[in-house]
Nanobody, 126 residues
Framework: QVQLVESGGGLVQAGDSLKLSCAAS????????MGWFRQAPGKEREFVAA????????TYADSVRGRFTISRDNAKNAVYLQMNSLKPEDTAIYYC???????????????????WGQGTQVTVSS
């Protein structure tokens, strides 16, 4: 069982930056690939970014590539999402999730993930 707790969301203006954090419980954090997803009102949950269990591989959605950066610190059981040049369309609840992984893989489908956090709200005003 892994518990995930996101933090760092808030209300910002377009063009601003924000860094989300996700703290994980358990001693097997480095066995999990991690991902960030988001869900805007009335829309389905969508993939944002993913990182392999050791951090050697990352994947981004086209809509955030070049603006967002995912990273992890296995010593701290944490994963981060640095968000720059934020746009109003980035407004959503952001969730982190973990996927049991044997290899240095990243996962983009929600069904690949075993555990989810409760989410943190990010609102970008124009």
């Amino acid at each position: 069982q892994v518990q995930l707790v996101e933090s760092g969301g808030g209300l910002v203006q377009a063009g601003d930056s924000l860094k989300l954090s996700c703290a994980a419980s358990g001693r097997t954090f480095s066995s999990y690939a991690m991902g960030w997803f988001r869900q805007a009102p009335g829309k389905e949950r969508e993939f944002v970014a993913a990182i392999s269990r050791r951090g050697g591989s990352t994947t981004y959605a086209d809509s955030v590539r070049g603006r967002f950066t995912i990273s992890r610190d296995n010593a701290k059981n944490a994963v981060y999402l640095q968000m720059n040049s934020l746009k109003p369309e980035d407004t959503a609840i952001y969730y982190c999730a973990c996927a049991a992984s044997t290899y240095e893989s990243t996962y983009v489908l929600p069904r690949s993930y075993n555990y989810w956090g409760q989410g943190t709200q990010v609102t970008v005003s124009s």
